[in-house]
């Protein structure tokens, strides 16, 4: 049984860091991928990196977040640097296996001003 599960979210300050990491059970995973949610807003894609290591992120967090995987953990990080008032959001971690995609429950992730 696969289980995703995300931890790391919580309150920051303006220009503050959070890491996020998600830690997927129950198979080996090709893709990691973080979204977002805010409210009253469409989930968009944050950022994602495949086995072999690549990687993508939306504009907006372009140069500010970092997305890493451990293979040997099953486990994807999202570093978040120089966060911003519109980066709060709920966190969600999905990994996909064999075309199938597996999501955790999410986390907060609030920036204060």
């Known amino acids: 049984q696969v289980h995703v599960v995300e931890s790391g979210g919580g309150l920051v300050q303006v220009g503050g860091s959070l890491r996020l990491s998600c830690a997927a059970s129950?198979?080996?995973?090709?893709?990691y991928a973080w979204y977002r949610q805010a409210p009253g807003k469409q989930r968009e894609l944050v950022a994602s990196i495949t086995r072999g290591g690549y990687t993508n992120y939306a504009d907006s967090v372009k140069g500010r977040f970092t997305i890493s995987r451990d293979a040997a953990k099953n486990t994807a990080d999202l570093r978040m640097n120089s966060l911003k008032p519109e980066d709060t959001a709920v966190y969600s971690c999905?990994?996909?296996?064999?075309?199938?995609?597996?999501w955790g429950r999410g986390t907060q992730v609030t920036v204060s001003s």
């Open positions: 129950g198979s080996i995973f090709s893709i």
């Open positions: 999905m990994a996909t296996v064999a075309g199938q995609q597996y």
